[in-house]
């Protein structure tokens, strides 16, 4: 499946049943996008950060920082505390600066070019406490 199909309007819909998915809005235009998936099982989750996009007009205006933000939220929410992104080369340093770090210590990217990044998350930086 390409990155298109991947984002089309009907796969974004199927996505819609088992994602949380985040839009940012601006002046009545999307201008940036975030999901949350569960890649493990019901009882035993993978939470990965995925589809987290903005729109370049818009990049370096915080709107990434608060997509990602309230997908970490909802992570804690479902009562887990680990988040998983898979950071395309370009957006490694921006992942890196909201905390995450290579999977396993491994610097390396997958054969699509992506690096695998975690971050433990601390319920007092979500909830003010």
């Known amino acids: 499946m390409s990155l298109i199909d991947h984002h089309?309007?009907?796969q974004l819909l199927k996505n819609a049943e088992t994602h949380y998915i985040y839009v940012a809005i601006k002046d009545g235009k999307a201008v940036g996008t975030g999901s949350l998936a569960n890649l493990g099982t019901p009882e035993m989750p993978r939470y990965y950060g995925t589809a987290i996009?903005?729109?370049l007009e818009f990049h370096r205006k915080g709107i990434g920082r608060q997509i990602m933000r309230r997908v970490e939220e909802k992570v804690l929410e479902l009562g887990a505390a680990k988040i998983t992104v898979r950071a395309a080369v370009n957006a490694r340093h921006f992942y890196?600066?909201?905390g995450?770090?290579?999977q396993d210590g491994i610097?390396?990217?997958d054969e699509k070019g992506n690096f695998e990044m975690d971050k433990t998350l601390l319920k007092k930086n979500?909830?003010?406490k």
Request: no cysteine; glycine share 6%.
């Open 8 to 10: 089309s309007p009907l």
């Open 53 to 55: 996009f903005v729109a």
């Open 96 to 98: 890196e600066k909201l």
């Open 100 to 102: 995450y770090t290579y």
């Open 107 to 109: 610097e390396i990217p």
């Open 126 to 128: 979500y909830s003010g």
